[in-house]
């Protein structure tokens, strides 16, 4: 089992940055991807980014690609969001998750299905 636990939202206006954390406990392996998905009222939760903690490959969706970096701090077993540039179309729910896999994240894929673990989110306002 992995729990996991978001920070770090809250409101900022557009053109600002935010940085969310997340930090994971419980059984804890390297070989996992990490991922942070979104989503805003109305709309289905969509990925934006996710890392390969065993080796620190990186994956982004074109919609943050350039303004979001995904990052990790393996002594903390953290991870982190930077999100600069921030638009209102930003605004959401942004949730942190995993699944185990030895061999890397699914590439290409940003199937919510995939993740086994799912924190309970934090709430990022962008107003303009």
């Known amino acids: 089992q992995v729990q996991l636990v978001e920070s770090g939202g809250g409101s900022v206006q557009a053109g600002g940055s935010l940085r969310l954390s997340c930090v994971a406990s419980?059984?804890?392996?390297?070989?996992?991807?990490m991922g942070w998905f979104r989503q805003a009222p109305g709309k289905e939760r969509e990925g934006v980014a996710a890392?390969?903690?065993?080796?620190?490959?990186?994956y982004y969706t074109d919609a943050v690609k350039g303004r979001f970096t995904i990052s990790q701090d393996n002594a903390k077993n953290t991870l982190y969001l930077q999100m600069n540039n921030v638009k209102p179309d930003d605004t959401a729910m942004y949730y942190c998750?995993?699944?185990?896999?030895?061999?890397?994240?699914?590439?290409?894929?940003?199937?919510?299905?995939?993740?086994?673990?799912w924190g309970q989110g934090t709430q990022v306002t962008v107003s303009s």
């Open positions: 998750a995993a699944y185990f896999r030895w061999s890397g994240c699914y590439e290409g894929s940003w199937s919510k299905d995939d993740y086994k673990y």
């Open positions: 419980g059984t804890t392996s390297s070989r996992r991807c």
């Open positions: 890392i390969y903690t065993n080796d620190g490959r990186t």
